[in-house]
């Protein structure tokens, strides 16, 4: 008895660790709109940097970001304006991409949640700062 519950108990893990490492998410993509561009590229940057992400400015009114952590790599396009920012997936390695589905693994969304939500936070600071 001790044995087929042991069993059952490895057998319920083992099926949940692969699920787990299965499962995927629809690609959220986040904007704010703001009123000056200075003010929301300071806030990107140090959101970027707050985060872990490397922004690197790759065009006018456009940063694209990195993010290397545990063997996956996530890169995005944040693109910006007078009427806000926009957050969208440029690349990724490792993190079970599916362009035809517009899946993602769902660490993506919160990585980039968190990014938006720094962003945010810096936007509202400067603001203040003003």
Known sequence: ??????LSFMLFFCGSAVF??????DIVNTALAVKDVKTLHK???????????????????????TLDTRGHQVIVKITYNNNGYRITHKDSKNMS?????????????????????SIKT????RKDME
């Open 97 to 117: 991409y599916n362009p035809q589905k517009n899946t993602i693994h769902p660490k993506y969304n919160q990585w980039t949640a968190n990014l938006d939500r």
């Open 43 to 65: 806030a990107i940057i140090k959101g970027c940097e707050e985060r872990g992400w490397i922004p690197v400015k790759t065009g006018d009114n456009e940063i694209t970001a």
């Open 122 to 125: 810096n936007v509202n600071f």
């Open 1 to 6: 008895m001790k044995k087929i519950l042991v």
């Open 20 to 25: 787990a490492a299965s499962r995927t998410a």
